[in-house]
Protein backbone atom coordinates (compact mmCIF):
# COMPACT_ATOMS: atom_id res chain seq x y z
CA UNK A 1 0.00 0.00 0.00
CA UNK A 2 1.08 3.89 -0.61
CA UNK A 3 -0.23 4.52 2.75
CA UNK A 4 2.09 2.40 5.48
CA UNK A 5 0.58 1.04 7.89
CA UNK A 6 -3.34 0.72 6.09
CA UNK A 7 -5.08 -1.82 5.31
CA UNK A 8 -7.06 -2.23 2.12
CA UNK A 9 -10.29 -2.22 4.02
CA UNK A 10 -9.77 1.54 4.97
CA UNK A 11 -9.80 2.52 0.95
CA UNK A 12 -13.46 0.97 0.75
CA UNK A 13 -15.56 3.54 -0.89
CA UNK A 14 -18.10 4.04 1.54
CA UNK A 15 -20.98 5.08 -0.90
CA UNK A 16 -20.81 2.39 -3.29
CA UNK A 17 -22.91 -0.84 -3.51
CA UNK A 18 -20.84 -3.56 -1.62
CA UNK A 19 -17.91 -3.41 -2.50
CA UNK A 20 -15.39 -1.25 -3.91
CA UNK A 21 -12.12 -0.46 -2.50
CA UNK A 22 -9.66 2.64 -4.14
CA UNK A 23 -6.00 3.29 -3.54
CA UNK A 24 -4.75 6.72 -4.90
CA UNK A 25 -1.08 6.45 -5.71
CA UNK A 26 -0.76 2.97 -5.52
CA UNK A 27 1.68 3.02 -7.47
CA UNK A 28 5.11 5.15 -7.55
CA UNK A 29 5.69 7.24 -10.66
CA UNK A 30 8.46 4.98 -10.97
CA UNK A 31 6.75 1.74 -10.98
CA UNK A 32 4.53 3.39 -13.58
CA UNK A 33 7.44 4.34 -16.43
CA UNK A 34 8.85 1.24 -15.49
CA UNK A 35 5.13 -1.03 -16.30
CA UNK A 36 4.63 1.28 -18.93
CA UNK A 37 7.98 0.50 -20.13
CA UNK A 38 7.46 -3.26 -20.16
CA UNK A 39 4.34 -3.42 -21.87
CA UNK A 40 5.19 -1.24 -24.48
CA UNK A 41 8.54 -3.57 -25.00
CA UNK A 42 6.20 -6.63 -26.03
CA UNK A 43 6.64 -8.13 -29.02
CA UNK A 44 3.24 -7.18 -31.58
CA UNK A 45 2.13 -10.72 -31.75
CA UNK A 46 1.67 -9.83 -28.02
CA UNK A 47 -1.11 -7.23 -29.01
CA UNK A 48 -4.45 -8.33 -29.96
CA UNK A 49 -6.46 -5.44 -31.76
CA UNK A 50 -10.11 -5.27 -31.01
CA UNK A 51 -12.42 -2.57 -33.11
CA UNK A 52 -12.20 0.13 -30.59
CA UNK A 53 -9.02 -0.72 -28.27
CA UNK A 54 -6.05 -3.40 -28.20
CA UNK A 55 -5.17 -5.77 -25.49
CA UNK A 56 -2.43 -8.50 -23.97
CA UNK A 57 -3.24 -11.30 -22.52
CA UNK A 58 -0.48 -12.85 -19.60
CA UNK A 59 -0.86 -15.67 -17.49
CA UNK A 60 -2.76 -17.64 -20.58
CA UNK A 61 -6.38 -16.93 -22.37
CA UNK A 62 -9.07 -17.80 -19.99
CA UNK A 63 -11.86 -20.17 -21.07
CA UNK A 64 -14.52 -22.02 -20.17
CA UNK A 65 -12.90 -25.47 -20.52
CA UNK A 66 -9.85 -24.55 -18.18
CA UNK A 67 -6.95 -21.81 -19.26
CA UNK A 68 -3.54 -23.17 -20.55
CA UNK A 69 -1.08 -21.72 -17.99
CA UNK A 70 1.98 -19.58 -19.02
CA UNK A 71 4.60 -18.49 -16.84
CA UNK A 72 4.31 -14.94 -15.97
CA UNK A 73 7.34 -12.42 -16.68
CA UNK A 74 9.77 -11.49 -13.77
CA UNK A 75 8.45 -7.71 -13.78
CA UNK A 76 4.68 -8.68 -13.88
CA UNK A 77 5.03 -11.43 -11.27
CA UNK A 78 5.71 -8.25 -8.90
CA UNK A 79 2.89 -6.86 -9.49
CA UNK A 80 0.93 -10.05 -9.02
CA UNK A 81 2.27 -10.75 -5.35
CA UNK A 82 1.65 -7.10 -4.71
CA UNK A 83 -1.79 -7.38 -5.19
CA UNK A 84 -1.50 -10.77 -3.53
CA UNK A 85 -0.21 -9.59 -0.23
CA UNK A 86 -3.59 -7.34 0.03
CA UNK A 87 -5.48 -10.89 0.69
CA UNK A 88 -8.11 -10.19 -1.65
CA UNK A 89 -8.89 -13.63 -3.53
CA UNK A 90 -9.10 -16.01 -0.86
CA UNK A 91 -6.03 -17.26 0.05
CA UNK A 92 -5.60 -17.69 -4.31
CA UNK A 93 -2.84 -16.12 -6.05
CA UNK A 94 -3.68 -13.98 -9.07
CA UNK A 95 -2.55 -16.05 -12.51
CA UNK A 96 -4.06 -13.89 -15.17
CA UNK A 97 -3.71 -9.92 -16.30
CA UNK A 98 -5.39 -8.45 -18.71
CA UNK A 99 -3.87 -5.38 -20.43
CA UNK A 100 -5.96 -3.17 -21.91
CA UNK A 101 -4.72 0.40 -24.00
CA UNK A 102 -7.16 2.73 -24.24
CA UNK A 103 -6.84 5.92 -27.13
CA UNK A 104 -8.69 9.27 -26.37
CA UNK A 105 -12.32 8.51 -27.64
CA UNK A 106 -11.87 5.02 -26.95
CA UNK A 107 -13.93 2.88 -24.24
CA UNK A 108 -15.41 -0.27 -23.96
CA UNK A 109 -19.53 -0.98 -23.37
CA UNK A 110 -21.25 -2.46 -20.79
CA UNK A 111 -20.15 -5.56 -19.16
CA UNK A 112 -19.65 -8.06 -16.19
CA UNK A 113 -16.11 -10.00 -15.67
CA UNK A 114 -18.22 -13.61 -15.57
CA UNK A 115 -17.29 -17.12 -14.19
CA UNK A 116 -14.22 -18.15 -15.65
CA UNK A 117 -12.96 -15.57 -12.51
CA UNK A 118 -12.64 -15.55 -9.05
CA UNK A 119 -14.91 -12.81 -8.07
CA UNK A 120 -12.59 -10.32 -7.70
CA UNK A 121 -11.07 -7.74 -9.94
CA UNK A 122 -8.66 -5.61 -9.32
CA UNK A 123 -7.12 -2.99 -11.85
CA UNK A 124 -4.41 -0.65 -12.04
CA UNK A 125 -4.47 2.55 -14.45
CA UNK A 126 -1.41 3.91 -15.74
CA UNK A 127 -1.01 6.99 -18.26
CA UNK A 128 -4.21 8.21 -17.61
CA UNK A 129 -7.50 8.10 -15.80
CA UNK A 130 -10.59 7.19 -16.49
CA UNK A 131 -13.93 7.43 -15.44
CA UNK A 132 -15.78 3.81 -15.14
CA UNK A 133 -19.34 4.01 -15.00
CA UNK A 134 -21.47 1.27 -13.15
CA UNK A 135 -25.17 0.39 -14.65
CA UNK A 136 -27.56 -2.39 -12.43
CA UNK A 137 -28.96 -5.76 -13.54
CA UNK A 138 -32.07 -6.28 -13.23
CA UNK A 139 -34.19 -9.34 -12.22
CA UNK A 140 -35.58 -9.89 -15.47
CA UNK A 141 -31.70 -10.24 -17.09
CA UNK A 142 -32.18 -6.49 -18.59
CA UNK A 143 -30.07 -3.80 -17.52
CA UNK A 144 -30.56 -0.46 -15.88
CA UNK A 145 -29.51 1.83 -18.76
CA UNK A 146 -29.40 5.20 -16.17
CA UNK A 147 -26.08 5.08 -14.84
CA UNK A 148 -26.20 4.15 -11.15
CA UNK A 149 -22.62 5.88 -10.16
CA UNK A 150 -19.09 6.53 -11.47
CA UNK A 151 -15.44 6.15 -9.87
CA UNK A 152 -12.94 8.26 -11.20
CA UNK A 153 -9.61 6.11 -12.06
CA UNK A 154 -6.66 8.14 -11.87
CA UNK A 155 -3.31 7.01 -13.21
CA UNK A 156 -1.65 4.77 -10.24
CA UNK A 157 -4.33 3.87 -8.76
CA UNK A 158 -5.65 0.46 -7.79
CA UNK A 159 -9.44 0.00 -8.16
CA UNK A 160 -10.83 -3.64 -6.39
CA UNK A 161 -14.72 -4.57 -7.16
CA UNK A 162 -15.71 -7.62 -4.88
CA UNK A 163 -19.72 -8.89 -4.38
CA UNK A 164 -22.58 -7.40 -5.22
CA UNK A 165 -20.08 -5.32 -7.85
CA UNK A 166 -19.08 -7.88 -9.11
CA UNK A 167 -21.70 -9.79 -9.67
CA UNK A 168 -24.93 -7.33 -10.29
CA UNK A 169 -23.33 -3.99 -11.60
CA UNK A 170 -22.20 -3.84 -15.17
CA UNK A 171 -19.50 -1.23 -15.76
CA UNK A 172 -17.92 0.67 -18.79
CA UNK A 173 -16.33 3.66 -19.98
CA UNK A 174 -17.57 5.92 -22.76
CA UNK A 175 -16.32 6.72 -26.31
CA UNK A 176 -15.14 10.51 -25.31
CA UNK A 177 -12.35 12.38 -25.35
CA UNK A 178 -12.60 14.40 -22.11
CA UNK A 179 -14.55 13.59 -19.05
CA UNK A 180 -16.40 16.12 -16.94
CA UNK A 181 -16.21 14.97 -13.42
CA UNK A 182 -19.78 15.59 -12.24
CA UNK A 183 -21.99 14.26 -9.22
CA UNK A 184 -22.51 10.78 -10.80
CA UNK A 185 -18.90 10.47 -9.42
CA UNK A 186 -18.76 9.16 -5.80
CA UNK A 187 -14.93 8.72 -4.92
CA UNK A 188 -13.61 12.13 -5.75
CA UNK A 189 -12.97 13.04 -2.07
CA UNK A 190 -10.30 9.91 -2.71
CA UNK A 191 -8.90 11.63 -5.03
CA UNK A 192 -5.70 13.58 -5.12
CA UNK A 193 -6.39 17.45 -5.56
CA UNK A 194 -5.52 17.53 -9.24
CA UNK A 195 -9.25 16.79 -9.70
CA UNK A 196 -11.82 18.88 -8.55
CA UNK A 197 -15.91 18.84 -9.24
CA UNK A 198 -17.53 20.09 -12.41
CA UNK A 199 -13.63 20.35 -14.17
CA UNK A 200 -13.12 18.86 -17.37
CA UNK A 201 -10.53 16.34 -17.87
CA UNK A 202 -8.76 15.59 -21.53
CA UNK A 203 -7.97 11.66 -21.56
CA UNK A 204 -4.38 10.59 -22.25
CA UNK A 205 -3.31 7.33 -23.73
CA UNK A 206 -4.48 5.09 -20.15
CA UNK A 207 -3.40 1.08 -19.98
CA UNK A 208 -5.56 -0.58 -17.77
CA UNK A 209 -3.95 -4.25 -15.63
CA UNK A 210 -6.67 -6.21 -14.98
CA UNK A 211 -5.40 -8.83 -12.21
CA UNK A 212 -7.44 -11.88 -11.52
CA UNK A 213 -7.25 -15.46 -10.44
CA UNK A 214 -8.31 -17.98 -12.96
CA UNK A 215 -10.03 -21.29 -10.86
CA UNK A 216 -9.75 -23.72 -13.75
CA UNK A 217 -6.05 -23.63 -15.21
CA UNK A 218 -3.26 -26.20 -16.11
CA UNK A 219 -1.25 -27.89 -13.39
CA UNK A 220 1.99 -27.21 -16.03
CA UNK A 221 2.80 -23.75 -17.17
CA UNK A 222 3.97 -23.22 -20.69
CA UNK A 223 6.72 -20.16 -21.55
CA UNK A 224 5.28 -18.58 -24.04
CA UNK A 225 6.77 -14.85 -24.90
CA UNK A 226 8.13 -14.38 -21.64
CA UNK A 227 11.98 -13.73 -22.74
CA UNK A 228 11.45 -10.26 -22.01
Not at 42 to 62: D, E, F, S, V
Not at 127 to 134: D, R, W
Request: glycine residues 4%.
Amino acid sequence: MSNKGHSIKDFRVESAPNTAFYVSEFLSQTEEKSVLNHIYAAPKPKWTQLTNRRLQNWGGIPHRNGMIAEAMPPWLETYLDKIDRLDLMGGKHPNHVLVNEYLPGQGIMPHLDGSLFYPTITTLSVGSHCVLTFMEAKDDNTINTEPAFSLLLEPRSLLVLQDTLFHNYLHCIEEVTEDVLNDNIINLKMCSNNYTRMSTVPRDTRVSLTIRHVPKTTSFKLNIGNKK
